[in-house]
């Protein structure tokens, strides 16, 4: 078996540039792709702005807002509501945009639905803990929003290059070490 390492460019009408382009190309679209990939560094996280927006975004899911009057107006809609959708409903009663909803206000609730009915209170608790994980899931995912929002302000340019040279030094790299192999 015979190794031809230097004569291979000889052979093809090939050359070394065309191999840098090609290996440029790919890595600019993984600098690409990495500008969105790569978590958040420390520096990202612990930005001003960036603790800021999540802090407020934290906020806003125990905070009566436009989406709980949604809710609230679909509960109101039922025809045949249950006592503690009622008491539920009652909870948010005379509330504007950014109160919350104190504590003490739903102990009472549920102490008095439970002397009324256990079951009521039962139920009372599940809607509270429903409403919670849908306010815990909204708030998770206009985090997750605003994490792809910081990506994007990173410098494309940066990312684009460092992938371009890396690529491209890869693919000479990578070329040169190729070796034909003759079967003899």
């Given at each position: 078996?015979?190794?031809q390492?230097?004569?291979?460019?000889?052979r093809?009408?090939?050359?070394?540039?065309?191999?840098l382009?090609?290996g440029?190309?790919?890595?600019?679209?993984?600098?690409?792709?990495?500008?969105?990939l790569?978590?958040?560094t420390?520096?990202?996280k612990?930005?001003?702005?960036y603790?800021?927006?999540?802090?407020?975004?934290?906020?806003?899911?125990?905070?009566?807002?436009?989406r709980?009057?949604?809710?609230?107006?679909g509960?109101k809609?039922?025809?045949?509501?249950?006592?503690?959708?009622?008491?539920?409903?009652?909870?948010?009663d005379?509330?504007?945009?950014?109160?919350?909803?104190?504590?003490?206000?739903?102990?009472?609730?549920?102490?008095?639905?439970?002397?009324?009915?256990?079951?009521?209170?039962?139920?009372?608790r599940?809607?509270?803990?429903?409403?919670?994980?849908?306010?815990?899931?909204?708030?998770?995912?206009?985090i997750?929003a605003?994490?792809?929002?910081?990506?994007?302000?990173?410098?494309?340019?940066?990312?684009?290059?460092?992938?371009?040279?890396?690529?491209?030094?890869?693919?000479?790299?990578g070329?040169?070490?190729?070796?034909?192999?003759?079967?003899?």
């Amino acid at each position: 078996m015979a190794i031809q390492a230097i004569n291979r460019n000889e052979r093809t009408h090939h050359s070394a540039l065309t191999t840098l382009g090609q290996g440029a190309l790919a890595g600019a679209a993984a600098g690409y792709a990495g500008k969105y990939l790569l978590p958040l560094t420390h520096e990202e996280k612990n930005s001003d702005e960036y603790i800021k927006v999540t802090d407020k975004i934290r906020k806003q899911k125990t905070e009566y807002s436009i989406r709980t009057e949604k809710y609230l107006n679909g509960m109101k809609a039922k025809k045949n509501r249950s006592l503690a959708e009622d008491e539920f409903i009652r909870l948010f009663d005379g509330m504007k945009e950014g109160d919350h909803v104190k504590p003490g206000r739903i102990r009472k609730a549920l102490q008095t639905l439970n002397a009324e009915n256990p079951l009521e209170a039962l139920e009372f608790r599940n809607i509270c803990r429903e409403t919670s994980k849908i306010a815990e899931d909204t708030a998770k995912q206009c985090i997750q929003a605003y994490k792809l929002v910081t990506k994007h302000i990173r410098p494309t340019a940066f990312f684009v290059t460092t992938g371009a040279v890396a690529g491209a030094a890869i693919a000479l790299i990578g070329d040169t070490l190729k070796t034909d192999v003759k079967k003899s």
